[in-house]
T-cell receptor
Framework: AQSVTQLGSHVSVSEGALVLLRCNYS??????LFWYVQYPNQGLQLLLK??????LVKGINGFEAEFKKSETSFHLTKPSAHMSDAAEYFC??????????FGTGTSLTVIP | NAGVMQNPRHLVRRRGQEARLRCSPM?????VYWYRQLPEEGLKFMVY????????ESGMPKERFSAEFPKEGPSILRIQQVVRGDSAAYFC???????????FGPGTRLLVL
């Protein structure tokens, strides 16, 4: 069975501050892990994915995430927040590829 | 290369009517997935299809919901006799093969009056 927990449904950061969005997963097999971003009234856009290669994954828009097996975590970070980063972020896990299991999302607010 | 296309973007139906949601996958993608997103919630898997086959429908409600992906044309998610609880955003995703990145369409927002 697989599942994803995103701690913190709402996160606020100041512009220029570090962004940290938390994701913990549960999977009985080696997982594939993904972060997606969703802007209002739009579909999901892939930020980055982990597929058992390097544990530190770099994505678009300056985001990166580190796979930590011992902690079953895949937290998303960005060194300096921009106003344009304000959006909903979803973590997802998959193993079979048949379906992705999504977290409930974290809404990021960037304060000017 | 056009992305995943969904239409209509917005759909309003009265209780008891039928809703048909269409999804055209990215060119070269033969795997289609449907998800439902309720307000303030994440996406919930509904069904996974390949051309002319339903591979996994474990997330589909047992009644009123059906999906198809014919040899020609888009994938269709059909909801019969809609109820207010069906109001949600329905997203389609496609991938070239399993265990691959899924690329999402812009979604269809269904409102049942």
């Amino acid at each position: 069975a697989q599942s994803v927990t995103q701690l913190g449904s709402h996160v606020s950061v100041s512009e220029g501050a570090l962004v940290l969005l938390r994701c913990n997963y549960s999977s009985s097999v080696p997982p594939y892990l993904f972060w997606y971003v969703q802007y209002p009234n739009q579909g999901l856009q892939l930020l980055l994915k982990y597929t058992s290669a390097a544990t530190l994954v770099k994505g678009i828009n300056g985001f990166e995430a580190e796979f930590k097996k011992s902690e079953t975590s895949f937290h998303l970070t960005k060194p300096s927040a921009h106003m344009s980063d304000a959006a909903e972020y979803f973590c997802a896990v998959s193993s079979t590829g048949n379906q992705f299991y999504f977290g409930t999302g974290t809404s990021l607010t960037v304060i000017p | 290369n056009a992305g995943v296309m969904q239409n209509p973007r917005h759909l309003v139906r009265r209780r008891g009517q039928e809703a048909r949601l269409r999804c055209s996958p990215m060119k070269g993608h033969s795997h289609v997935y449907w998800y439902r997103q309720l307000p303030e919630e994440g996406l919930k898997f509904m069904v996974y299809l390949q051309k002319e086959n339903i591979i996994d429908e474990s997330g589909m409600p047992k009644e009123r919901f059906s999906a198809e992906f014919p040899k020609e044309g888009p994938s269709i998610l059909r909801i019969q006799q809609v109820v207010r609880g069906d109001s949600a955003a329905y997203f389609c995703a496609s991938s070239p093969q399993t265990v691959e990145t899924q690329y999402f369409g812009p979604g269809t927002r269904l409102l049942v009056l």
